[in-house]
Nanobody, 121 residues
Framework: QVQLVESGGGLVQPGGSLRLSCTTS????????LGWYRQAPGKQRDLVAT???????NYADSVMGRFTISRDSAKNTVYLQMNSLKPEDTAVYYC???????????????WGQGTQVTVSS
């Protein structure tokens, strides 16, 4: 069984920083894209950032220039460095991996359980 486990969430003041981590457990055959979504109360889940296996990155306009996504392929871990945080960044942050678990399995998306980020004074 494969799992994604997030860590690093918490309470931070506006203008502060947090670094989220998402580590995979179990055995993936191949991991393609890794990324982060977030969901605020009463709102839909929105894409925050993605990083491909070739290290190409993509960001939502709302976090461009403030957030940085990176991956450590040796550790099968993806990070989200969040700087200049705003109250509107408050949400549950979910990581995902588009991956296969064997050379015969189809690519599918695996999700973490989510970590709460609260930006408030």
């Amino acid at each position: 069984q494969v799992q994604l486990v997030e860590s690093g969430g918490g309470l931070v003041q506006p203008g502060g920083s947090l670094r989220l981590s998402c580590t995979t457990s179990g055995t993936f055959f191949k991991i393609y894209t890794l990324g982060w979504y977030r969901q605020a109360p009463g709102k839909q889940r929105d894409l925050v950032a993605t990083v491909t296996s070739g290290a190409n990155t993509n960001y939502a306009d709302s976090v461009m220039g403030r957030f940085t996504i990176s991956r450590d392929s040796a550790k099968n871990t993806v990070y989200l460095q969040m700087n200049s945080l705003k109250p509107e960044d408050t949400a549950v942050y979910y990581c995902y991996a588009d991956a296969t678990v064997s050379d015969r399995s189809m690519r599918r998306r695996y999700w973490g359980q989510g970590t709460q980020v609260t930006v408030s004074s």
